[in-house]
């Protein structure tokens, strides 16, 4: 789950939750995230991503 990344910041996980269902891109996740995180971004944002592909593969495995 996001609060792995970023702890049990319910408003910051309801915000990130919010920006990848509208489909926010990687760099535009990154420049809003800079915001709080400052030179951390980049870092948390790869993370991120690792984090929603490996699920996002692992639940396409399942359903095989």
């Known amino acids: 789950a996001i ?4 702890g ?3 408003d910051m996980v309801d915000f ?3 920006l990848l269902r509208r489909g926010c891109n990687a ?4 420049a809003k995230m800079k915001l709080v995180l400052q ?3 980049p870092k948390f944002v790869v ?3 690792r984090f929603l592909i490996y699920h996002m593969k692992s639940e396409l ?4």
């Open 16 to 18: 990130i939750m919010a």
């Open 47 to 49: 993370k991120l991503w």
């Open 8 to 10: 049990e910041m319910k």
């Open 27 to 30: 760099l535009d996740l990154e």
């Open 39 to 41: 030179e951390d971004a």
């Open 3 to 6: 609060t792995d990344l970023v």
């Open 61 to 64: 495995l399942q359903r095989e």
